[in-house]
């Protein structure tokens, strides 16, 4: 049963390495990997080819429930495809951020997107990286880990990321605005961000990806038998 199958449920905002060690722990454990966030990114961008506006919670949701959506795993990072093109640049945009954050609350859509998500939990695990998969999409997880940083450090990370890709990005509003997409993502009235009470806190901010990817793997063997993993520890 599908249940059966272990979860590792990696939320916390944006920016904070969710992704990078997701990635990482994927590889490492030969898991399934869930970007939840690549969905509500891929729904708003539907939704606006569609010319769907943002109060259309039942286009919304209809554009969610029938996504043609397949990742792939590519030389550097997760391939997303849409009806098979490839819109993986295209929903890494900081403005695709925020249009999927307003489509994110939407309580039709996060329904319609539900059961999508859980799909993705097959043998022999799934790494699920979102804002609620501990809380609301995979609960029973054995593990869920919420990652921190604060919203400085973050913006730091991402105008550092922006400037080596050529891309001009004002500092200062790039932490005004993730700390308004905080205050969304916290404050909706769906599956607000926020940890489960059973999750181990994480704050990366000052810690370098090798040292997040070390303490997740020691949380990993204490928490799951995965054949050798309590070797690595």
């Not at 005004?176 to 489960?196: F, M, V, W, Y």
């Given at each position: 049963m599908k249940e059966t199958v272990p979860v590792i449920a990696v939320d916390g905002p944006s920016g904070v390495g969710k992704g990078t060690l997701c990635r990482s722990l994927a590889e490492a454990l030969g898991f399934h990997l869930l970007d939840s966030g690549s969905l509500y990114r891929l729904t708003a961008l539907a939704a606006a080819r569609a010319g769907l506006r943002d109060d259309d919670a039942g286009g919304l949701a209809q554009v969610a429930a029938t996504l043609d959506v397949r990742f792939d795993s590519g030389e550097d990072d997760l391939v997303v495809l849409l009806a098979g093109e490839d819109v993986t640049a295209a929903i890494r945009t900081e403005s695709a951020g925020m249009a999927a954050s307003k489509v994110a609350i939407v309580p039709e859509v996060r329904a319609a997107l539900l059961q999508r998500q859980r799909d993705f939990r097959r043998a022999p695990g799934l790494v699920a990286d979102g804002r609620d998969m501990g809380t609301v999409v995979f609960p029973d997880a054995p593990l869920k880990i919420f990652l921190v940083a604060s919203p400085a450090e973050r913006a730091r990370r991402r105008h550092k990321q922006l400037s080596e890709k050529g891309v001009d990005a004002n500092l200062a509003a790039l932490e005004?605005?993730?700390?308004?997409?905080?205050?969304?993502?916290?404050?909706?009235?769906?599956?607000?961000?926020?940890?489960?009470p059973d999750a181990v806190i994480l704050d990366t901010d000052d810690l370098g990806i090798d040292a997040v990817r070390d303490r997740a793997l020691a949380l990993v063997a204490g928490r799951l038998h995965v054949p050798g993993q309590q070797d690595r520890s």
């Open positions: 005004t605005e993730i700390a308004e997409r905080d205050a969304r993502d916290a404050g909706r009235a769906s599956a607000p961000l926020k940890p489960a």
